[in-house]
């Protein structure tokens, strides 16, 4: 079923004590009346790109998402180890896209889509109408149908799940420090990191050397540079997307830091903080003060809502299956980037959910949104793989280029100088540059602070950073 752009439609007027402050209307008008209207659900590297790919467009453009700011998700762990803080890797939407007049930003959650009136329901009671729909909503944690899990093992995913981290990383040392049982102060100083992607093998490089060299003069009681930290991944290497040689060399630093690597090993069960481990048949139990997850992905609700109101396909991940422009096969006008679409179209497996394959897809689809309007169309969406990076430690990282297979320090320079390049914003280029800086000269990490586990006050204090 192919859908054409019509005329939008107006709603009746109803009133909604809930938006009296906001406006009398529940749908949210044009600002420019007869333009073709873009919303964007969703302001991660998808949405933002194509947002930004829209600036000059004779269109107007609506991006939403629940939070007020973009996040430089590849420096999230970083903020966890306390090396970053928030607002060094947020950029506020609406700053962001100020210059651009044919643009606004809603700060809202998107609860509902109707793909034949052509509208977008939010969570207060708004809706927002659109000729084009772009979902960029990104995928949440997974533990395999252990959702009981997440209280003990947070993920990595946002702000809040960094400051978590933080927070249990650095109070399991304070906790250490205070206590004269030797089994639980062994316990405390165990850490686990579930997951030997790239995610998992930063979050164990980088904790590894806050335990072996930032912390190691800071107590009385306790040496830190005895704390254990173990990496789990059921394959068989870690860094499985990455050649084979390079996963040998990750595995080979991550040991040099200090951190003991397990493959072939799968979680079977969390408790408190007992961790119980399957390795081939060997079945085996051990005492961590701190469980971090970096394993699995899935589909946090928009794919399920898609597949509801527009019949659209999934995988088993619970990303949107698309067709070769990246628009749904039922509703060509309904495009999904980003994380959440299963694009399987280019070699013999999906786009992975890496900001780059985002960054193109968001892209191509507004240009292609421009291309329609002109009654003209774009070739099949191509990703051009510019390689694939992880760090590991200092002077230490993998990359995996087109030409070349770089590691140690030239791979390290590399890493450091793609980073710096894609954050959005001056400020956050030259924060960054500055803390790095100062972390290299002095092996200390400035944002070592534990703050309460209270959402709503992380909340303000992420916005606020800025």
Do not use: C
Not at 17 to 36: A, F, H, Q, R
Not at 75 to 84: D, I, R, S
Not at 148 to 177: H, Q, S, Y
């Amino acid at each position: 079923m192919q859908t054409v752009p019509r005329p939008l439609q107006s709603t009746a007027m109803v009133p909604d004590p809930v938006l009296e402050n906001l406006s009398p209307t529940v749908e949210v008008p044009p600002v420019t009346p007869g333009k073709p209207q873009v919303v964007i659900i969703g302001g991660g590297f998808g949405g933002l790109y194509a947002a930004q790919q829209l600036g000059r467009a004779d269109v107007e453009v609506t991006l939403i998402d629940k939070r007020n700011f973009h996040l430089f998700q590849p420096l999230l762990y970083q903020v966890a180890m306390g090396g970053l803080s928030p607002g060094d890797i947020a950029s506020p939407l609406r700053g962001v896209l100020s210059a651009q007049k044919n643009t606004r930003v809603l700060m809202g959650e998107v609860t509902d889509v109707d793909p034949e009136q052509q509208r977008v329901s939010l969570k207060d009671g708004r809706t927002i109408p659109y000729n084009s729909l772009i979902v960029a909503t990104g995928m949440s944690h997974f533990y395999f149908g252990r959702d009981d899990w997440a209280d003990v093992a947070p993920g990595l995913k946002t702000v809040e799940d960094a400051l978590e981290m933080r927070r249990r990383i650095f109070a399991a040392f304070e906790k250490a420090e205070n206590t004269t049982d030797p089994e639980l102060k062994k316990s405390l100083l165990t850490f686990v990191i579930v997951g030997g992607g790239p995610t998992g093998v930063e979050l164990a490089g980088s904790l590894a050397e806050l335990a072996h060299h930032t912390l190691r003069n800071d107590f009385r009681h306790i040496d830190t540079t005895a704390s254990r930290i173990l990496l789990i991944e059921g394959m068989d290497r870690v860094l499985p997307p990455f050649p084979p040689e390079l996963s040998a060399r990750a595995h080979a630093d991550l040991e040099k830091l200090g951190v003991e690597v397990l493959t072939k090993s799968l979680v079977t069960d969390i408790a408190g903080h007992q961790i119980t481990l399957k390795q081939g048949d060997e079945v085996s139990t051990l005492q961590a003060g701190t469980v971090l997850w970096a394993a699995g992905v899935r589909d946090p609700g928009m794919g399920g809502l898609l597949a509801d109101r527009t019949g659209a396909e999934r995988d088993r991940s619970g990303r949107v299956i698309v067709s070769h422009d990246l628009s749904l096969p039922t509703y060509s006008n309904i495009f999904v980037v980003g994380d959440l679409a299963h694009f399987a179209h280019q070699g013999d497996r999906p786009l992975p959910g890496v900001a780059p394959v985002a960054m193109q897809e968001g892209k191509y689809v507004a240009r292609l949104i421009q291309k329609r309007l002109q009654n003209e169309t774009l070739p099949a969406f191509e990703y051009k793989d510019s390689g694939s990076l992880a760090v590991i430690g200092r002077h230490a990282a993998v990359v995996n280029l087109p030409w070349a297979k770089l590691t140690g320090f030239p791979a390290w320079f590399v890493w450091l100088f793609v980073h710096i390049f894609y954050l959005i914003e001056f400020d956050n280029k030259l924060m960054v540059m500055t803390q790095w800086a100062a972390n290299y000269m002095t092996r200390k990490q400035g944002s070592r602070l534990i703050t309460e586990k209270v959402v709503e006050k992380v909340e303000v204090t992420a916005a606020g950073d800025r």
